[in-house]
């Protein structure tokens, strides 16, 4: 009887001094032969939680049908509160056919309870998102449950999952963030090309011509070449994220400059933001998943690593190109392209049907963008308080507005002469062609306006979403299109102080 409360003392004893997590991932439990549920992902992160003082698990928000979404923070001290402190905000699974992003971010948080990382949290707090789309990803499909492709909201941010992602960013923040897809390298028109791409990661950095260049230098100077020594060195391939089909069949480039992804819609912030991308399995969904789930913990673990050695440079980066942004008023980039400047870009692929691993040099590879418009900046915009989607618009942002109309100024109304079609980026954009009407603002009922002034955060996005002119402007989207009629004045004026 005492020998054997003495082994249970023991058993006790050992699982207080514990450094690390004993318990398996619902990965493992599953033999990897089905993904991580909803329900077994809540009560993974509770337990995680239970576990550890450094992480306390939060709820969120809740998807489309209720399920809960999690946030896991990790902190030394109170999340958020220590301004020393590097910001960090990870986020998985947006599209719900993507799994190895919410398994790779579940063995990430598993690995950051290990002795060995808990130096990280001397100089960061870090909040991890393992899964943005839980409906998605019960029934493996890339929407979410209102069929909206939650990727391509983060402009209009009318979706909860969406909405949950961006308010906890406003509540802190976040001075580095990452959004961790999958991509799916086996289509048919690289079938018949014979090469498939290869990277088991691949990292897409911010191409938007608004964003600061000494963010995006930063982020292919330093952060680019560290993940790659740190993935290579640990047998995972990696490379540059590049979009596009074969070599000479459709250009190849790094994806979009949108600002409506959690990518450019952060960085358009001023953010260090970062889209990680992980080669998919062939069916889809569990193939290969245990080597894939295992890539993206890695890669984030490794932009972690990075963060914590640059805090210092990265915080005064970022606080330094946020101040910046709030004055800037230099002219905004409202259409722009990708081109090729000579560059080449060394692709890895594996070659159809015999799965040989090698690389291939493409020549049509669009790296630079080049502004193809630009306007200039007013003071503020004027919005009229009846135009409730742009009214919704401003609120789903936290854009600061306001009703004190000004007594004295000048306002430019856009007159819409006509509207064609150009093609940019592989999609169609209505390009209307403007004339500017000058009117001083006691000609108009200016009470039936609000006001937006532009020297705030956001002020880009203001500017980019508004714009009649922007290819990524609000117009663009099916339900603003009566925004913009030719024959008609742009709803929305601009503002000129005297
Ligand atoms: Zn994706």
């Not at 890539?295 to 101040?323: P, S």
Request: net charge negative; aromatic share 10%; proline share 4%.
């Amino acid at each position: 009887m005492i020998k054997i409360m003495k082994i249970a003392f023991l058993y006790l004893l050992t699982l207080l001094v514990s450094n690390s997590f004993a318990q398996k991932l619902p990965l493992e439990e599953n033999n990897f032969q089905s993904v991580t549920s909803h329900k077994q992902l809540s009560e993974f992160v509770k337990e995680l939680d239970n576990f550890s003082d450094l992480l306390k698990t939060e709820e969120i928000g809740k998807s489309v049908e209720g399920r809960e979404i999690f946030v896991l923070k990790f902190s030394k001290d109170e999340f958020g509160e220590d301004d020393t402190k590097l910001r960090i905000l990870f986020f998985a699974q947006q599209h719900g056919n993507e799994q190895s992003g919410k398994e790779g971010a579940l063995i990430l948080a598993k690995r950051l309870l290990e002795k060995e990382n808990k130096f990280l949290f001397d100089k960061i707090d870090f909040a991890l998102i393992p899964q943005v789309n839980p409906d998605g990803s019960e029934v493996n499909k890339r929407r979410n449950a209102n069929n909206v492709d939650l990727n391509r909201n983060h402009l209009l941010l009318e979706e909860p999952e969406v909405q949950a992602v961006h308010n906890l960013f406003n509540k802190y923040n976040f001075e580095v963030t990452l959004d961790v897809h999958e991509y799916y390298p086996y289509s048919q028109d690289w079938k018949d090309f014979g090469f498939y791409k290869r990277a088991d990661e691949q990292l897409g950095m911010i191409t938007n011509p608004n964003v600061s260049e000494r963010i995006k230098s930063f982020q292919k100077e330093k952060v680019f070449p560290f993940i790659s020594d740190w993935l290579h060195s640990r047998k995972f391939s990696f490379n540059e994220y590049v979009v596009g089909g074969p070599p000479n069949i459709e250009r190849l480039r790094h994806s979009t400059v949108d600002i409506n992804d959690g990518r450019q819609s952060l960085g358009i912030l001023n953010t260090l933001s970062f889209i990680l991308e992980g080669k998919n399995g062939k069916d889809n969904f569990i193939e290969n998943i245990k080597h894939r789930a295992e890539g993206q913990a890695e890669a984030m673990l490794a932009l972690l690593n990075f963060c914590f050695k640059y805090a210092n440079d990265i915080k005064n980066l970022i606080a330094h190109e946020r101040k910046e942004l709030l004055n800037d008023n230099s002219p905004v980039a409202v259409q722009m392209d990708h081109f090729n400047d000579g560059n080449k870009f060394v692709l890895p692929v594996t070659s159809y049907p015999e799965e040989r691993d090698t690389v291939i040099q493409i020549e049509n590879y669009n790296r630079s963008i080049k502004k193809l418009l630009e306007v200039p900046q007013p003071d503020a915009y004027l919005v009229p308080k009846a135009c409730s989607l742009s009214v919704g618009f401003l609120n789903n942002h936290k854009i600061y507005y306001h009703d004190n109309t000004p007594q004295l100024g000048n306002l430019q109304i856009y007159n819409i002469e006509k509207i064609d079609t150009i093609e940019i980026e592989g999609e169609k954009f209505g390009n209307p062609t403007v004339s500017i009407i000058e009117k001083k603002i006691n000609e108009i009922d200016a009470e039936k306006y609000y006001v937006v002034p532009l020297n705030q955060p956001k002020r880009k996005v203001i500017v980019l979403a508004f714009e009649p002119q922007s290819m990524l402007g609000l117009r663009n989207y099916e339900k603003f299109k009566k925004l913009l009629q030719t024959g008609i004045n742009y709803p929305i004026f601009r503002f000129i102080k005297d």
